[in-house]
């Protein structure tokens, strides 16, 4: 089964703690209620590392990149992401209140990393679990540095 989309929900320790367990169940519970599952898979990742902004949810392929995310949150993520193909600009990752939306590779936290995301699926039902590494690693530079 092809999806559209992805939505990767931060499982990390400090997401769950501000409740990313409860993001994730509404996630899929609001996809199944807009008649919508079968073109998005909700995924549980683990942590982002930006934990100051989480819970984050990140969707696939668009790039969106949502902060502070809370569970009432789910369902105009599905509605408007996923449905509609829009961004839901109010949870979209700002450096302050006055700039402009940033994509992950545009955020100063992450521009000496690269991620790794790795999926397997042990089933081809439906409702087989996936577990999912989302791991971060230093990117090295090319260039040597000037010391």
Not at 32 to 37: C, N, T, Y
Not at 88 to 108: F, H, Q
């Amino acid at each position: 089964m092809a999806y559209k989309n992805f939505i990767l929900v931060c499982g990390g320790t400090a997401c769950e703690s501000s409740h990313s367990e409860e993001i994730y169940r509404n996630l899929i519970k609001e996809a199944e209620a807009l008649g919508v599952s079968h073109d998005v898979q909700v995924v549980k990742t683990g942590c982002f590392g930006f934990c100051e902004k989480g819970p984050i949810v990140k969707v696939l392929p668009s790039e969106s990149f949502y902060v502070e995310v809370k569970p009432e949150d789910a369902h105009e993520i599905i509605a408007e992401q996923v449905v509609k193909g829009r961004e839901v600009t109010r949870l979209l990752y700002r450096k302050d209140k006055k700039s402009d939306t940033a994509k992950l590779e545009d955020i100063e936290f992450y521009q000496k990393q690269f991620r790794i995301v790795c999926v397997t699926a042990a089933s081809s039902t439906r409702k087989a679990s996936t577990s999912t590494l989302h791991a971060t690693a230093t990117r090295r530079s090319r260039k040597p540095s000037s010391r």
